[in-house]
């Protein structure tokens, strides 16, 4: 750990400020992945009068090394090490984690054993205030492995007596990827027609999640279910239709078509979600920049695949 960020200006708040505004090192887990370095970027960018520290598994990676030359202190750690992870969250002042994606039952019992390291080890450095990523519907048991998983972590968390907040991330706006066939944008997925799926860019996971461990937000009642659209499968392929100036339409697929149950399962959870809508009002009153998707699509200058076969 070496590196210190350079802070001119205070954050602008994106809501109204606490009382505690963190001003120390806030400790990033996953930093060298999707939303972890979303989070980096929220923080660097808002150029806080923080420090920030990415725990890594090998500070030699061209990732970590790329976040090293942005000014962020790396350090190494392994789950399975509590030393390492005392170490790394020596006088920190607030921990954000997320745990490692899981697509087998052995893969969500390693999930669960990261989660409830992280925590054993952010209550042994008496970390103030912790902030972890799990999912949308977390609150309860749902029976999807990889989010009830996430549910039981969060429940140790909050056991452990630590102040921390959740965010609950919906399904990516990234992973939304249409092909083009035939000149026509389409888009499938294993929910029916007319199932809103819910959705949020990873920026504003990392921008959220940012403002919560800043403490320029709060997270009502403790958590935030992270959703920033929700559209049907043909509404998401009319946005991408019109982005491209193309015709666009949307095949509901069968779960059958998914290799993996835990993916069954969850995609069983996001149509009965569909049923409740969500309130976009509460990411937005945090984040008020939340992107919908057609801003999203905007954003990112998406441009249909021009590989595929018979496009
Ligand atoms: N995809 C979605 O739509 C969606 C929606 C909501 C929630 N989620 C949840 O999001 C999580 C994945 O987040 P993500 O996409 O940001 O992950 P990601 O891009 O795959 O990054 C994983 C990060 O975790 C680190 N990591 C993994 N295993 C580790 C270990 N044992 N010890 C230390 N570091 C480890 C990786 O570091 P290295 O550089 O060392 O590999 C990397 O920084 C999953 O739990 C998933 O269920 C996903």
Redesign the pocket.
């Known amino acids: 750990m070496s590196q210190q960020i350079k802070h001119e200006d205070a954050a602008p708040a994106s809501s109204s400020p606490t009382a505690r505004q963190t001003t120390g090192t806030i400790a990033v ?8 370095g979303a989070v980096v970027d929220a923080l660097l960018d808002r150029r806080a009068r923080v420090r920030v520290r990415a ?4 500070p030699q ?1 061209d ?2 090394q790329a976040l090293a030359a942005r000014g962020v202190e790396l350090a190494a ?3 399975d090490d509590p030393a390492s992870l005392a170490t790394a969250l020596t006088a920190v002042e607030a921990f954000y984690f ?5 697509n087998s039952l052995e893969e969500v019992e390693a ?1 669960i054993r ?1 989660g409830t390291a992280l925590v054993d080890a952010a209550v042994a450095a008496r970390v103030p205030h912790v902030v972890f ?1 799990s ?2 519907g977390a609150d309860r048991e749902r029976g999807v492995p ?1 989010h009830d998983s ?1 549910h039981w972590i969060e429940e140790h968390l909050r056991e452990s007596g630590l102040r921390c907040a959740m965010v609950r ?4 706006m990234e ?1 939304m990827t249409p092909s083009l066939e035939h000149g026509e944008i389409v888009l499938r997925l294993p929910m029916p027609d007319d199932a809103a799926l819910k959705m949020i860019s990873i920026r504003d996971i990392g921008r959220v999640a940012a403002a919560l461990l800043l403490d320029t937000a709060e997270a009502p009642g403790g958590a935030v279910e992270l959703v920033a659209d929700e559209l049907t499968g043909p509404q998401i392929a009319a946005a991408f239709g019109a982005h491209t100036g193309l015709p666009a339409r949307y095949e509901a697929l069968p779960l059958s078509v998914l290799p993996s149950d835990l993916d069954k399962a969850m995609f069983r959870q996001f149509a009965e979600a569909a049923e409740y809508p969500s309130d976009l009002a509460v990411v937005r009153s945090i984040e008020p920049a939340t992107l919908d998707l057609v801003e999203w699509i905007r954003s990112t200058g998406w441009t249909a695949p021009t590989n595929m076969a018979g496009s």
């Open positions: 887990f996953g930093a060298t992945g999707q939303q972890g725990l890594v598994r090998n990676s990732r970590a750690i392994r789950t997320m745990t490692p994606a899981a999930e990261v990523s999912v949308i990889h996430k991330p919906a399904p990516f992973v």
